[in-house]
């Protein structure tokens, strides 16, 4: 597994926000490891089991749109980008990362809602399996906005 430092949870976390991972269905033995890392976070954080909750996307390039309407139907206090783009021959899955990452950074600074983004775009399928500490990762990340957002207002 990818080893990389690991945040540790912020002192301040509300059982009561709510969180939305939004997934891609592409690699979904992968896709639902990082799904499963970022759950288990929440868990162990004490984040009420119902608020969190997981929506499919077809691909990861529907992510930011199903994102943008849990966020005007204020269904979420934060989401997740979970996902698997494995580059190929063209440069159409080039296109869909660097359009993901770009929405989804426009959608959290629009809106003021963490989204936290772990769509791996990796050269082949054996990269993302490395890298299945991601979720985790992106859970931690979020309930360390949630709460500095939350200090600050």
Known sequence: ????????????????????????????????????????????????????????????????????????AKEVDALIALGVIVDGETHHAALIAQESARAIMNLQVRHRIPFTFEILYVKNIEQARARTDRGAEAARAVLHVLAQIESLR
Do not use: C
Request: hydrophobic letters at 40%; zero cysteines; aromatic letters at 8%.
């Open 1 to 72: 597994m990818h080893s990389s430092p690991s945040l540790p949870l912020p002192s301040h976390i509300s059982s009561g926000w709510r969180i939305g991972i939004v997934h891609s269905q592409y690699y979904p033995e992968i896709v639902s490891q990082l799904i499963q890392g970022a759950q288990k976070v929440f868990q162990d954080a004490g984040i009420a089991p119902g608020n969190v909750r997981t929506y499919a996307a077809p691909g990861s390039f529907e992510i930011p749109l199903i994102g943008a309407s849990l966020i005007e």
